[in-house]
């Protein structure tokens, strides 16, 4: 009925909320989870031009890497709308580098919004995708590991705290929230030579990861601040963009 519903009341066919339902059943969602999560696929989806069912895999397999339920599938439709809207990607590309980070992310108890900031920077510097995915995990797992580090030799979160002076984890042992992590990093790094500067991001991030690692510590203050405003004040952002896409002659 809800599958009927949504083909008489949107832009999608019925038969098109019958496939996204079915990713969602692939997800583990079970009824009430679909009919409340729904609404927020079909916007992401509306906003973005991505067809209903890779929207759906999008925010189901997003949602179960942060550890979230079906109650915030809204949320993050509309944190992912801000983000494609305000940096250099698009829903798609961001769903592949959510698939890569978020396990991780959600482990260290990130929210969505700190995740897609630092996906958001990387993306505005070319680095997007999987490439991006693979960049932050390998972030993130290197610094809560402290990678590298040696009897004679910081690693990565010993460079990170005792270098430039920033704390990962609170005093309880926890993560500290990423996008604090960053903006005092990167208060620290302005301060560096070119040389610290490359020879602590191949420390922290790894061969392999520092351009993103740059990318997120080189973005302006102007881009940085940008995408944190629209990302952690995107209540409706989805829903917005999703009016604006299916008003045009092509709806009518």
């Not at 993306?123 to 997007?128: D, E, M």
């Not at 351009?211 to 995408?227: P, R, T, V, Y």
């Amino acid at each position: 009925k809800k599958a009927k519903e949504m083909g008489e009341t949107t832009k999608f066919s019925a038969s098109e909320s019958a496939d996204a339902m079915s990713y969602m059943a692939m997800a583990g969602w079970k009824t009430q989870d679909m009919l409340d999560g729904i609404s927020g696929v079909m916007n992401l989806a509306a906003a973005s031009g991505a067809d209903l069912a890779t929207a759906s895999d999008i925010v189901t397999d997003a949602l179960t890497g942060f550890g979230k339920g079906a109650d915030e599938a809204g949320r993050l439709a509309d944190i992912m709308a801000a983000a494609s809207a305000n940096a250099n990607t698009n829903v798609e590309l961001l769903g592949e580098t959510f698939k890569y980070v978020t396990p991780v992310a959600g482990a260290m108890g990130f929210s969505m919004e700190d995740t897609a900031q630092a996906i958001g920077l990387m993306a505005n510097a070319g680095i997007k995708g999987s490439q991006a995915g693979t960049a932050l995990r390998s972030i993130i797992t290197r610094l809560s590991t402290d990678a590298g580090a040696s009897s004679n030799k910081l690693g990565a979160l010993g460079t990170l705290t005792e270098k430039l002076g920033v704390a990962f984890f609170n005093t309880d042992g926890t993560a500290r929230d990423l996008s604090d992590v960053l903006s005092e990093t990167r208060a620290a790094w302005s301060n560096l030579s070119a040389e610290q500067q490359t020879n602590y991001a191949k420390t922290i991030a790894g061969q392999e990861a520092m351009a993103g690692w740059l990318a997120i510590m080189n973005a302006s203050e102007d881009d940085f601040n940008k995408l944190s405003l629209a990302i952690n004040d995107s209540t409706g952002a989805a829903q917005e963009m999703a009016d604006v896409m299916v008003n045009n002659l092509a709806a009518t």
